[in-house]
Every structure is written in structure tokens, then in C-alpha cells.
């Protein structure tokens, strides 16, 4: 039996549910599929109510523990992308993070404007450094004027709730929750596992997404530090 971590996924797709167990070095200790009827209407809750009494409990046998938390990669219509510019300039944010304060702002201000919506994923379109372009975090870390543009992946929250509904029956919480099509968009591979990919993106796959969990413990690098003043 494989003693590491073992890591949940649940798979929602307008076609299909997967359950998928990842441990801790991406290998996958287990599948299951279920292909929803063409006749079922679309986002039909009892399918998946059904998909996991078939499933929770023997997983839970199978690995002889509890699913106290799960990621979720939901793939729905009901996903907004929005984009904002953070239009300050910094000077020498190396030093000086007082500004920080401007990037939660923002953040605030989306979630404000969008209340009926969770934020999922927030990531860095663009780093504009000393009036060039930077796609990704610029190795050098002296920098005289910064402007940054931000994704925001939001789901409307009461999708969500329906889901933890359903969860709540298992004594099983929400961990993270992912956006198909953000994950796929990593995929190099037909064959690429949708979870591994997830977890790896939860690992920090993409550095320039920004995490609300993240520890650091570790040296920080530049962005690093600066994000964690509003992760």
C-alpha cells in the first residue's frame, strides 16, 4: 500500500464525473468514470449525488481512512475571465512593499463588483518592467517601474454551494477548486491525467498564478515576497 499522501479529485464535466486519487508524486492510485446519458439534462445533481454513493465509501474502505477534503475541477458555463491592469508605477519594490496594499485592493474591488462570484484562479497575464513586456517573472530583481496585468477565474458561488450541499453528506469539505479549462490549457498530452495536472498547478506549476495558501518557508524571490503581502 502506497504510504504517502493521498490526494482527492473529483472530476465535473457536463458529460462525465471521474474520481481520481493522486499521491504525492503525481502517481495516480486510482479512476473511476462515470459517462452521463445523453437524456439527462445537463448539471442533473442526482447523477452525481448517485456517482459518489457508488464510490465514496468504498474508496474510503479501499484506502482505509477518511475523505476529510477534496479538489474539485469544474468545467462549467457559469466561469467569467476578467482581466485588470494594476495602473500604479512602483519604484523599487525590492525594498519597499508599502504598495502592496494596491494589489489587494484590486483583487477586493473584483470580488466586490462580482459578489455572486468565487475567485478560483489569479494569475499574471503580463509583467510590464521598465517599460518592457515580460510573459514570465523577470530574472532580475532591481527593477525601477512595475505594471501588471491580472486574470481573474471566478465560478458563481451558488454552484459551488450546491456542490458542497452534496459534499456535506460525506463530512467531506472543499479544498481548492479548479477551472477545466485553466488546467487543460497545461495539457501536452492527450494522455496527461486533468488531476496530476491540477495538483502539479496547486504545487505551483504555473509561477505565475497566484497562491492563497502558499507557505513559504523557502527563500522568496521577488514576486514571491511581494505577493504574499495580499495572497
Partial sequence: MDNLKKNFFLVIRPKYYELNVINEKYKTLFKEKFV??????????????????????NLEKKFDLYIKDI?????????????VSLINEFRNLQTHFNSSHDISNIKKDVLLSNNT????????????????????????????NVFLEFKFICLKKYILNSYQDILTNYQISIKSIFNYDYVNSFRTSENDSISILAYKLN?????????????????????????????
Fill in 36 to 57: 452521463i446519458n445523453d437524456k439527462i439534462p445537463e448539471n442533473n445533481l442526482d447523477e452525481l449525488k448517485n456517482f459518489l454513493n457508488e464510490n465514496i465509501f
Fill in 71 to 83: 479538489y474539485l475541477i469544474i468545467d462549467h458555463y457559469d466561469f467569467i475571465n476578467i482581466d
Fill in 203 to 231: 504545487n505551483g506549476l504555473n509561477p505565475n498564478e497566484i497562491s492563497f495558501s502558499k507557505k513559504y518557508a523557502k527563500k522568496l524571490g521577488f514576486f514571491e515576497k511581494f505577493f504574499k503581502f495580499f495572497g
Fill in 117 to 144: 462570484y468565487q475567485l478560483t484562479h489569479m494569475t499574471i497575464n503580463k509583467f510590464i518592467v521598465d517599460k518592457k513586456n515580460y510573459h514570465t517573472q523577470p530574472k532580475n530583481d532591481i527593477f525601477k
